[in-house]
C-alpha cells in the first residue's frame, strides 16, 4: 500500500516571497503519478502541478515547480511570488500508472498555507 | 466546458435516512471516481468506475454504493447513515489513457448526519 505523509501541518509566507511545501510518499512501484491539489477555503479541489515518476525533469507550472527526488521518495512544491490568492489547504497525493487499474489518489492529511500581506 | 458538477452542495440528514449524491463528468470523461474528506484530512479514496463498472474500491463498508449510467453520471448512495458519516464528498473524472492521468475535482457535496 502507498502512503503519502505531508509533516507540516501549517505555514505562513509574506506576499511575494517564496515557500517550500514538503511531502514524502512511500511505494514499492515504480512508475506512478504524483500531484500537489490546492484546496482554498470556498473548497473547490484544484489541480496544482504534476509529475509523471518515470521523468527526471521537474515538472513547472507558472509560479510553481516541484523538487522530485525519486530515490528519496521526496515531492516538495515551490511557490514563488507568492499571493493573497494561495492561500489554500495543499495537499499531496500519489497515484499507481498501470493500464487499467483503480486509479485511485492516495492523499496526505495537507498543510495550510497563509500568505500574510 | 463545463467542470465536473455535483448535486446537492449541502445535505442534513439524521442517523438512519439514506442518501444519494449525485456526479456529472466532464464531457468526454469515462471515469468517476468518490472520495470522502473529514474535516481536516485529505480525501479518502471510496469507489472508482469505468464504462459503468466499478474498478476500485476503498475501505469501506457495505453501507456505501455507487453506481455509473450509460451517459457517465454516476451516483453514491450510503444507507443507514452514522454521524462519522458527516464529510464533504468529492467527485473526480478523468481521462483513460495513460498519457492523460490527472483527475479533476467537483465542487463537492457537505453532508452533515444529526
Not at chain 1, 85 to 104: P, Q
Not at chain 2, 20 to 42: A, D, E, F, M
Request: with cysteine; glycine share 6%.
Amino acid at each position: 500500500a502507498q502512503t503519502v505523509t505531508q509533516s507540516q501541518p501549517e505555514m505562513s509566507v509574506q506576499e511575494a516571497e517564496t515557500v517550500t511545501l514538503s511531502c514524502t510518499y512511500d511505494t514499492s512501484e515504480s512508475n506512478y503519478y504524483l500531484f500537489w491539489y490546492k484546496q482554498p477555503p470556498s473548497r473547490q479541489m484544484i489541480l496544482v502541478i504534476r509529475q509523471e515518476a518515470y521523468k527526471q525533469q521537474n515538472a513547472t507550472e507558472n509560479r510553481f515547480s516541484v523538487n522530485f527526488q525519486k530515490a528519496a521518495k521526496s515531492f516538495s512544491l515551490k511557490i514563488s511570488d507568492s499571493q493573497l490568492g494561495d492561500t489554500a489547504m495543499y495537499f499531496c497525493a500519489f497515484m499507481k500508472l498501470r493500464a487499467g487499474a483503480n486509479s485511485k489518489l492516495t492523499f496526505g492529511k495537507g498543510i495550510t498555507l497563509s500568505v500574510r500581506p | 466546458d463545463a467542470g465536473v458538477t455535483q448535486s446537492p452542495t449541502h445535505l442534513i440528514k439524521t442517523r438512519g435516512q439514506q442518501v444519494t449524491l449525485r456526479c456529472s463528468p466532464i464531457s468526454g470523461h469515462k471515469s468517476v471516481s468518490w472520495y470522502q474528506q473529514v474535516l481536516g484530512q485529505g480525501p479518502q479514496f471510496i469507489f472508482q468506475y469505468y464504462e459503468k463498472e466499478e474498478r476500485g474500491r476503498g475501505n469501506f463498508p457495505d453501507r456505501f454504493s455507487a453506481r455509473q449510467f450509460p451517459n457517465y453520471s454516476s451516483e453514491l448512495n450510503v444507507n443507514a447513515l452514522l454521524l462519522g458519516d458527516s464529510a464533504l464528498y468529492l467527485c473526480a473524472s478523468r481521462t483513460q489513457g495513460l498519457a492523460q492521468e490527472t483527475q479533476y475535482f467537483g465542487p463537492g457535496t457537505r453532508l452533515l448526519v444529526l
